[in-house]
């Protein structure tokens, strides 16, 4: 299994405050995503990075931002959460973004809840 | 721009009969596609992937052929067990943007 960890696994908050999701992986991939995961709307990607650094929007980044220190590390934080950000959010990674070598591999996930 | 349409679920089969799960997509150039597989609580993993036309991706009795002419790549399995009940996920990767996902397709095996 790609060693990538997500952190925290589970977390309640109320609405309005910050939060952060950590993302780490061992693999050295140069390409790390964040998506969050909904009924009725699959997977869909918030932010991107291709390197240290070097991050890109996806579909739906309002109300979220992202920064990469580190190859192996990619943070997710919400400003100020609301409930509609109650989710499941899963980090990816890849070696590459194209063709074949775009094949992603993906945390274990972090289910937030906004009260 | 580049899309994946699944069919929709979820599909309920019983134990040993057949499955196919459609997907087509639209892309730019040459894409190559995938299928991934989530079980219940986990991440994504992928299950199977397919580079150029008429490639037959497979992996655990599951079977996907890249059709270029039909723009699609149906999952199939000949004989499905309670273990593969998941919700499984059609991408493609088409230049240099990220995989783009279909919303997924859940699947109950009943015995």
């Known amino acids: 299994d790609a060693g990538i960890t997500q952190s925290p696994r589970h977390k309640v908050t109320e609405t309005g405050t910050p939060v952060t999701l950590r993302c780490h992986q061992t693999?050295?991939?140069?390409?790390m995503y964040w998506y969050r995961q909904d009924p009725g709307h699959g997977l869909r990607l918030i932010h991107y990075?291709?390197?240290?650094?070097?991050?890109d929007k996806g579909e739906v980044s309002d109300g979220y931002s992202v920064s990469r220190s580190k190859t192996e590390d990619f943070l997710l934080t919400l400003e100020s959460a609301t409930s509609s950000q109650t989710s499941v959010y899963f980090c990816?990674?890849?070696?590459?973004?194209?063709?074949?070598?775009?094949?992603?591999?993906f945390g274990p996930g972090t289910r937030l809840t906004v009260l | 721009g580049n899309s994946v349409t699944q069919m929709e679920g979820p599909v309920t089969l019983s134990e040993e009969a057949f499955l196919t799960i459609n997907c087509t997509y639209t892309?730019?150039?040459?894409?190559?596609l995938f299928w991934y597989v989530q079980y219940p609580g986990e991440g994504l993993q992928l299950l199977l992937k397919?580079?150029?036309?008429?490639d037959k991706g497979s992996n655990k009795g599951f079977e996907a052929t890249y059709r270029k002419e039909t723009t699609s790549f149906h999952l199939e399995k000949g004989s499905v067990q309670v273990s593969d009940s998941a919700v499984y996920f059609c991408?493609?990767?088409?230049?240099?943007?990220?995989?783009?996902f279909g919303k997924g397709t859940r699947l109950s095996v009943i015995a």
């Open positions: 990075s291709y390197g240290v650094k070097d991050t």
């Open positions: 693999e050295n991939h140069r390409y």
């Open positions: 990816a990674i890849s070696e590459s973004n194209q063709g074949a070598y775009n094949e992603q591999f």
């Open positions: 892309a730019t150039g040459y894409p190559s």
């Open positions: 397919a580079t150029k036309a008429d």
């Open positions: 991408a493609l990767s088409s230049g240099n943007t990220p995989l783009v």
